[in-house]
């Protein structure tokens, strides 16, 4: 035990410390390991917490310090909601395939295209949802061309993590980072979006220079492609513009939100409740069925972990020990804090990661301004390049390996049941190349924007 | 009457380890023994046969429906499968020949014993909606397989053992 901890007046170190600790350890091995589902793990320390007064439950449920940040939890409800709605109207498929037309059926042209279509939706909706929606018409447009489909799934899991590091709705860690540290759609629109940009831009490049030469199709393949009549996707035409529409409002709500006082899960409810009334669905538990309560389940859990080992100060002690790394340079803060999250994030799952990041970043900003409380505090201006530093590692690191995010744990699944393995250093090769240079350029952006020429 | 009575003994069975390919020749080559008392049909081919392992235990059952499947890629779902080209089918079929019976054979099995009553069997087959049971000997091992068929000429030879019906 580091002296520091038995000597801090902020805390004492008593047996609820050590089982707090123990229980967060023991998660987190769990949760790596894979021995036991994550939703399981998250469920049982939540309760753990609780059963052993670490928390009094209603902490873990009210309690905006340690509980459940109920934000999180119902913007993924509302978004989960409004996708399932539209799901069955055939839109996604019509732009994959309308995409691959766009491409003139050139392997390469329609691999970049891929690319930038899956940033979009990754920034507007979440990866997971766009990667599973686009991985089966990819495969299924790759054999109509006769091309090996593995380079175009794993690019398509990386394109979505890139394109969800730029909203607030874009990617987990950034929906977390924002309700806790209180930030708007437009704040990540200012602030992520131009680095965004660039990294897809150098993506594109990339995908050039790397695959420019090795993907050939013939023109009778490229018939095959071109033939396809991507009108034909769409089942369901007046409920398509009954989602468009009220899709339309809420990313309107999003960018106003802020403006209009609204939380962000009010946005995504308010559009949810549209839908389902818009749909006239006579069966809404179908469409809540499909929500992937898991997930939910898994945050709920987590948050009431994270709530427990906050409370008895292992946080505190966390923060302590980073700012005598750090000394309080801010620079050095921010940069070590960008590339640890990504490699942190590489290899395990951002969302509890960030998850324990967020309290651990408000309570070393306490120690730096003491005098400073609420809005004022989180959103302090020397804090702020911490958050955004936070939120790129911790979304752009997900590109290092098959685990570390979930669109890429999903391309790896469906391609495996599609016959085609891809095997974990296949992914890092791609992966890892790319996460490094995208963190790299993150950094540059980092430095220049908030401390070179702030 | 057993099960045991009814049922069609194995002539002929795949190893998890077989291709498709040597799984379609026996498929379409494997004659169905008649039943012993009751008067059926004999028709060369089989829709479905068990998998045995190394040692001669159930482990599976690959029906010509399973060959089907094993062609329809597992991304194409209903949406996706308006925009196949002419010749897809063929490409996948072509693709998936070398493929092992394991890959696509059904692992959950459902078994009936050969000491059943018919009516266990005939339920069991209309609950669950299945074809044909394999039949389970003392030993654990399968030593039949019982189809719907092979039900209905029981009944059907009740039928007309009776006087006839009046309208």
């Known amino acids: 035990m580091s002296p520091d901890i038995a000597s801090s007046p902020h805390f004492d170190v008593n047996p609820a410390f050590w089982t707090a600790t123990l229980i967060f350890i023991v998660a987190y091995v769990l949760i790596v390991s894979e021995k036991i589902h994550k939703t399981v793990v998250a469920i049982c320390g939540a309760a753990l917490m609780l059963i052993l007064h670490i928390l009094d439950q209603h902490e873990a449920f009210h309690a905006e310090e340690f509980g459940v940040d109920w934000n999180v939890i119902f913007l993924l409800i509302g978004m989960m909601t409004i996708i399932n709605l539209i799901r069955p109207t055939g839109f996604f498929e019509y732009i994959a395939i309308k995409s691959a037309k766009m491409g003139k059926g050139e392997p390469l042209r329609i691999m970049m295209i891929f690319a930038v279509v899956t940033g979009v939706l990754s920034a507007l909706l979440d990866n997971v949802t766009t990667v599973l929606l686009l991985a089966p018409v990819t495969l299924f447009i790759a054999d109509a061309l006769d091309v090996d489909p593995v380079p175009y799934l794993i690019i398509e899991a990386v394109a979505s993590n890139v394109g969800g590091t730029a909203t607030l709705i874009g990617d987990p860690p950034n929906i977390m980072i924002a309700s806790k540290a209180k930030l708007t759609f437009m704040d990540f629109i200012y602030h992520l979006s131009p680095v965004v940009i660039v990294l897809m831009v150098v993506l594109i490049g990339v995908i050039k220079v790397v695959f420019g030469r090795r993907l050939k199709s013939t023109m009778e393949l490229r018939q095959r492609v071109m033939a396809m009549d991507e009108k034909a996707a769409i089942t369901d035409p007046l409920m398509l513009k009954k989602s468009l529409f009220v899709l339309g409002l809420v990313l309107l709500g999003f960018v106003f939100h802020g403006a209009l006082h609204y939380e962000p899960a009010t946005v995504a409810l308010f559009g949810a409740g549209l839908l389902l009334l818009l749909s006239k669905t006579k069966e809404p538990h179908h469409i809540l069925a499909e929500i992937e309560w898991p997930t939910l389940f898994f945050f709920i859990g987590l948050f009431i972990i994270i709530g427990g080992v906050v409370k008895v100060g292992l946080i505190k002690w966390m923060s302590l020990e980073m700012l005598a790394i750090t000394q309080g340079n801010l620079l050095g803060t921010s940069m070590l804090l960008l590339w640890f999250s990504a490699i942190a994030s590489a290899i395990i799952d951002n969302i509890p990661y960030v998850a324990t990041m967020n309290p651990l970043i408000i309570d070393m900003a306490g120690q730096l301004w003491p005098e400073e409380t609420g809005l004022a505090l989180l959103q302090h201006p020397d804090l702020m390049p911490l958050w955004w530093s936070l939120a790129l590692g911790a979304c752009l690191g997900g590109n290092g390996s098959p685990i570390g995010a979930s669109a890429n744990v999903i391309v790896v699944g469906m391609a495996e049941r599609a016959g085609k393995r891809i095997s974990f250093m296949r992914f890092v090769a791609y992966g890892l190349p790319i996460m490094l240079l995208t963190v790299f350029i993150s950094m540059i952006y980092v430095w220049l924007r908030y401390y070179y020429l702030a | ?167």
């Open chain 2, 1 to 167: 009457m057993k099960v045991k009575n009814v049922m069609s003994p194995i002539t002929d069975s795949l190893s998890p380890e077989d291709t498709l390919q040597r799984a379609v020749v026996k498929l379409r080559t494997s004659i169905r023994r008649d039943i012993p008392g009751v008067k059926g049909l004999v028709v060369p081919g089989v829709k479905g046969l068990v998998v045995l392992n190394e040692v001669g235990e159930l482990v599976g059952i690959l029906t010509i429906k399973d060959v089907l499947r094993a062609t329809i890629p597992v991304y194409l779902d209903t949406k996706l499968a308006k925009f196949s080209w002419d010749g897809m089918l063929e490409e996948m079929a072509r693709r998936v020949a070398c493929r092992k019976v394991k890959e696509f054979m059904s692992t959950k099995v459902l078994t009936v014993s050969e000491e059943a009553p018919l009516m266990t069997c005939a339920d069991l087959l209309i609950q669950e909606k299945m074809q044909r049971l394999p039949v389970i000997g003392k030993d654990n091992k399968v030593v039949g397989i019982v189809y719907i068929r092979d039900i209905f000429n029981v009944i059907s030879q009740i039928f007309l053992d009776q006087e006839e019906c009046k309208l």
